[in-house]
């Protein structure tokens, strides 16, 4: 499942926590939050509020692309996907090519080799598919930087979660039975 602003909270004793069963989008994220942000109060201090795992899943944008190659290849038969990006990214996850946040913000040149790898795979499976593969990097480098603050290991944080001080904990999963690769 994919986590954007709409799944921050806008309580502001509730925290937001995106668990490594999770794809984030950081555009997206980033995008949606300042556009509720400008809807009204409620979302203000939104980042002090949010936790995201170090191994949740990072849907880039040539993910999304790929969607929409898929969608359109299906010979009139619609698929029926957001174009998100999630299925694709999913299948780098399970095809273990998939980038994490760790990745992201442990070693940016490494990253950025992976990541490449990782272009150049898509490009060979969907020629069609275009990439700007170094404005990615530079839009993911100043993103990288904003969540710093926001990640933490997510096992240990659930551990703590659970063995600390009482907490109301709800868990969140995909829309549909038997969507959530997690499940299967």
Known sequence: ?????????????????????????????????EK?????????????????SD??????DFHQAVDGIQEQ????KNLGTTKKGIGPVYACKASRTGLR???LLDDFHEFSKKFRVLAQQGKAMYPALTINTEA?????????????????DGVYFMHQALHGPP????????????????LR
Not at 4 to 33: C, K, M, Q, W, Y
Request: charged letters at 25%; aromatic letters at 6%; glycine letters at 8%.
């Open 73 to 76: 290849q299906q010979d009139g």
């Open 101 to 103: 946040i760790c990745d």
């Open 1 to 33: 499942m994919t986590r954007t602003a709409t799944s921050l909270s806008v309580r502001p004793r509730d925290l937001s926590d995106f668990r490594n069963g999770v794809v984030i989008h950081l555009p997206g994220l980033f995008e949606e939050a």
């Open 167 to 182: 907490k109301k904990i709800l868990v969140e999963g995909a829309n549909a039975a038997l969507l959530d690769i997690q």
């Open 136 to 152: 990615e990097l530079q839009q993911l480098k100043v993103y990288a930087e904003r969540i710093r603050p926001l990640v933490k």
């Open 36 to 52: 509720n942000l400008k809807k009204g109060p409620g979302l203000e201090g939104w980042e002090s509020r949010t936790v995201i």
């Open 55 to 60: 191994r949740v899943h990072i849907v880039f």
